[in-house]
């Protein structure tokens, strides 16, 4: 997905902001945090010229795992298989994040719908 570039944004704004919500922060060239609800595991990136990438992944059913035996040696298998929606958007000021982060949160969830 391409997303246009717009003038540098304030990533410096937006720690204290996603750290208040419960989200690990790590500011560098860009601003990458993680939040895990329970149910899924989020991302989110952001850029300097304000282009913000969230993506959350999830268990679409219960893992399954077994002992296998080959050769003498014992393995441990273990799969799952995983949902996940990306969501991508230009942020355009630091006063409307909120209402773009939560609409951004919103649109990632995995619904019953996308299940099967």
């Not at 570039?5 to 990458?32: C, H, I, N, Y």
């Not at 899924?40 to 300097?48: E, I, L, Q, S």
């Not at 679409?60 to 958007?89: D, F, L, N």
């Amino acid at each position: 997905m391409t997303v246009q570039r717009q003038a540098q944004f304030s990533l410096e704004a937006l720690r204290p902001m996603l750290e208040s919500m419960g989200w690990d922060v790590s500011l560098r060239e860009t601003l990458e945090a993680s939040y895990d609800d329970g149910e899924g595991a989020f991302r989110f990136v952001v850029d300097k010229e304000g282009r913000a990438y969230l993506r959350r992944t999830s268990l679409a059913s219960k893992p399954q795992g077994k002992m296998v035996h080959r050769a003498g040696r014992t393995y441990a298998v273990h799969s799952e298989t995983t949902i996940t929606k990306s969501v991508v958007t230009t942020l355009n000021s630091v006063t409307t994040f909120d209402a773009t982060f939560s609409e951004m949160q919103s649109l990632a969830r995995i619904t019953p719908e996308d299940r099967s």
